[in-house]
């Protein structure tokens, strides 16, 4: 059948490419096959009759001929076994059956294989003796190797199902075709992105040096057969590489190849994209029959659909690339975050930036900043303390050749596949490139971070962008670390201008004193002490707490201290100090009120059995006393707030101190203190705490054994409120002289 389908094409003219159905293709591909029928006499089986699809199946030409014995026309079928079949009918008369038999055609160069369902038949005269053998059968060659090509493309959409690698389903593509048509080299070419070049994909029987010719051809007119159909957008058939122009620039190398013909089918996409050429090559001049065509279609439809389902693919992972690289940065931007905001000293925050990038952004890290007018390098980060020290020795300088410098001048970021211009020690650390990004401050650098590679390693622009994301991270941080700093040495500063730098003096009386003030020092607190001479040889002493803390506690905590101060020497009645004071706490604007104040106020002098002490209280916490017995008791004396605009009537409480008898005046934040899951501290516990300590204590053994007591209960918990604390004991009698 497939000889005769050539010879009736044979010297006509190829009808032009039209839109074809594909049951076309499936109908060419597995075709519909036509009976074969021959009758033979006699023991010699000559061929007496023949339809035109016999002669056609068996070569045509000079077989077509009646009245010779089968075995000289067809001599090859009797190695094969089918003469003796014909014997054997003949002889015993039963019939025979062969189903998808193989026959060899031909001899030598022109041999070819066949298949056949066939059936030997006796015949017999009226007397039912057997004078001959007809046979009827069917050509199945065409089923035969659809059947195998639909098994070859079947398992080459399963590969595909699978997500087998495209080079794998191209090259077993290719594999399969030329094992289906011998006489077929097959090449697979895959288009760039852009759609301008086609690129090597899969030819396992072209040479090597041909298929590293042709990789990269660009799609364009008069590119080979595969560039020009790239181009078209359709078949481009050149049945003879040696006589058609499109292969002038690549004449030569297809007959070093030993290619004579080549058939290229574009492979699209379902949206008309292209993404490639299937191409059948031949070492002999041929033009394709329509079978030929509808298998290049056939085929390039898988091909497509492999690549499509590749390119689909990598999209996916390139997807989930981005989207990981995305989380990756987020984690790594929010580890930063939290490093960088662990602490609130700015050093410390630029040691932590270095340590951030390095490895993670780049192997070589240094972080610069201008302090009075000079740029110092205070942090480095490297892979060994070798390279570190190194590269820390290293200060830029302040000239246009250094690129800190630039960058510092600029507040752009700045990048570069060389080494940085300027002195440093770029050689000895193998730098190849580097990246500096400034540390900004309300829109001025008042840093850098200079990220240096090593080993031709380069920056891409999601580096530097994660760079200067880090960078901003970090000025930020060091900006609220200076500012807390700043903030914290002004609170500092403030609180000890309003406390005591030392207690005075005081003759017959031991002083002793702790302040602790609530959270972490940024804020002023308002709790309060002072000890001060009235200048007629007796000292005045005062300890209190302001409602509120911060700029408004201080005024307050200065404006009480202020007026008793002032007022003092000239009042002896404390009652009347305590009164001043409250007046002018009312006489305040409204708008400088900051709440009401609570205080313990009083005069102490020498006394010749000890201390004499006069004091008020005005809504505080009262004293307590510990006596020569060792026993604690409380100061009562009534007295209301101050500062609330309602006229104070305190009254006064007149005691003497005895030596070693200590009177502790203290805020409520040592008795309202609290530790995890606890109660107060209490009053109770504080009585217990200054009842332990030792016999004739001083005022600092008292001072310390309650300080002490209260860091036990607090177990390290910060305290919620400040804590302040005034201890006066009475000394002993001065030792006599001899």
């Known amino acids: 059948m497939t000889i005769e389908r050539e010879r009736r094409s044979a010297g006509g003219e190829r009808r032009p490419e039209t839109a074809r159905d594909p049951g076309d293709d499936l109908s060419l591909l597995f075709g519909t096959s036509t009976a074969l029928f021959a009758s033979m006499a006699g023991p010699a089986h000559v061929l007496e009759a023949a339809n035109p699809a016999f002669f056609a199946a068996i070569g045509g030409g000079h077989r077509e001929r009646t009245g010779v014995p089968l075995a000289e026309l067809m001599p090859e079928l009797a190695d094969q076994g089918f003469i003796g079949l014909l014997d054997q009918v003949y002889r015993s008369g039963e019939r025979h059956v062969g189903n998808d038999a193989r026959v060899v055609i031909g001899v030598g160069d022109h041999a070819a294989e066949a298949f056949f369902d066939f059936t030997y038949e006796a015949r017999r005269d009226i007397g039912g003796n057997v004078i001959g053998v007809r046979m009827i059968g069917v050509e199945t060659t065409q089923v035969k190797h659809a059947r195998r090509l639909a098994a070859e493309q079947r398992a080459l959409l399963e590969q595909i199902a699978r997500q087998a690698p495209l080079h794998d389903v191209l090259d077993g593509m290719c594999g399969a075709i030329e094992e289906l048509c011998p006489d077929v080299i097959v090449s697979v070419l895959l288009a760039d992105e852009d759609g301008r070049h086609l690129r090597h994909g899969a030819a396992p029987s072209l040479p ?391 205080l313990v106020y009083g005069h102490l002098a020498p006394a010749a059995d000890g201390l004499d002490v006069t004091l008020v209280r005005a809504g505080h916490t009262p004293p307590l006393l510990l006596d020569t017995g060792h026993a604690v008791g409380t100061v009562e004396a009534s007295g209301g707030l101050l500062g609330i605009g309602i006229p104070s009537r305190p009254t006064a409480r007149r005691l003497t101190l005895r030596p070693s008898e200590s009177l502790l005046l203290y805020t409520d934040g040592i008795t309202e203190c609290r530790a995890a899951g606890t109660e107060q501290y209490g009053d109770t516990r504080l009585a217990k705490a200054l009842a332990s300590v030792p016999r004739r204590p001083s005022a600092a053994d008292v001072v310390r054994t309650v300080a002490d007591d209260v860091r036990g209960f607090m177990a390290g918990r910060d305290v919620e409120d400040d804590q302040a604390a005034l201890v006066i004991t009475a000394a002993g009698p001065e030792p006599s002289g001899g």
């Open 208 to 598: 090597d040096f041909y298929n590293q010719a042709i990789d990269g051809i660009a799609a364009g007119e008069g590119v080979g057969s595969c560039g020009t159909a790239a181009h078209r957008r359709r078949a481009v058939i050149v049945p003879d590489i040696a006589a058609d122009p499109l292969w002038d620039d690549f004449r030569g190398l297809a007959g070093r190849a030993g290619l004579a013909a080549c058939w290229s089918t574009p492979i699209l996409a379902r949206d008309g994209r292209l993404l490639g050429t299937f191409a059948m090559y031949h070492r002999t001049p041929r033009a394709p029959q329509d079978t030929d065509l509808a298998l290049a279609r056939a085929f390039a439809d898988t091909a497509a659909l492999a690549i499509e389902r590749h390119h689909i693919e990598q999209a996916r992972r390139a997807a989930d690339a981005r989207e990981k690289a995305a989380r990756d940065d987020l984690a790594f931007l929010l580890t930063a975050s939290t490093a960088l905001s662990g602490g609130l000293d700015e050093r410390q925050t630029l040691h932590r930036l270095a340590t951030l990038a390095s490895p993670a952004l780049a192997p070589l890290v240094a972080v610069d900043v201008v302090e009075s007018g000079r740029v110092q390098r205070v942090a480095t980060a490297a892979p060994t303390e070798q390279a570190r020290t190194l590269l820390a020795s290293y200060a830029p300088a302040r000239c246009a050749d250094d690129a800190v410098a630039r960058v510092l001048a600029s507040g752009l970021t700045e990048v570069a596949r060389r080494t940085p211009t300027g002195p440093g020690p770029w050689r000895d650390l193998g730098v190849t490139g580097y990246v500096c990004v400034p540390l900004m401050d309300r829109g001025r650098p008042f840093g850098a971070l200079t990220l240096l590679s090593t080993d031709g390693h380069c920056f891409d622009g999601h580096r530097v962008a994660l760079a200067e994301e880090l960078a901003r991270r970090t000025a930020s941080a060091a900006r609220d670390a200076r500012q807390y700093a700043q903030r914290a040495a002004l609170a500092r500063d403030l609180q000890t201008g309003l406390l005591l730098p030392d207690l005075p003096d005081v003759p017959g009386a031991q002083l002793a004193a702790f302040y602790h003030p609530a959270g972490e020092g940024l804020e002023i607190g308002g709790d309060f002490y002072d000890v001060f001479d009235r200048g007629d040889g007796s000292w005045a002493f005062i300890l209190g707490d302001v409602c509120g803390r911060g700029a408004k506690a201080a005024t307050t905590t200065a404006l009480v201290r202020h007026t008793a101060r002032a007022v003092a020497p000239l009042l002896d009645d404390p009652v009347h100090v305590v009164q001043a004071v409250d007046k002018a706490l009312n006489d305040r604007h409204s708008h400088q009120n900051n709440g009401f104040v609570t």
